[in-house]
């Protein structure tokens, strides 16, 4: 099976991904910063899968 390149939507949901991860290890956070980044990096991945699903 030969897997398509990646499109820039994905390089750009992945990067968003991994900075939300930077963030939240990051000890500074203040717990309502810290819940939501958690709410929108499960955005970004929900976006993310369902983007992958319809191609």
């Known amino acids: 099976m030969n897997e398509e390149p990646e499109t820039d ?3 750009h949901l992945r990067e968003a991904l991994r900075h939300l991860g930077e963030v939240q ?3 500074d956070l ?3 910063n810290a819940v939501a980044l958690e709410e929108v990096s499960n955005t970004v991945s929900s976006v993310l ?3 992958e699903g319809d191609r």
């Open 9 to 11: 939507t994905e390089r």
């Open 25 to 27: 290890d990051d000890d």
């Open 30 to 32: 203040r717990k309502t």
């Open 49 to 51: 899968r369902e983007y």
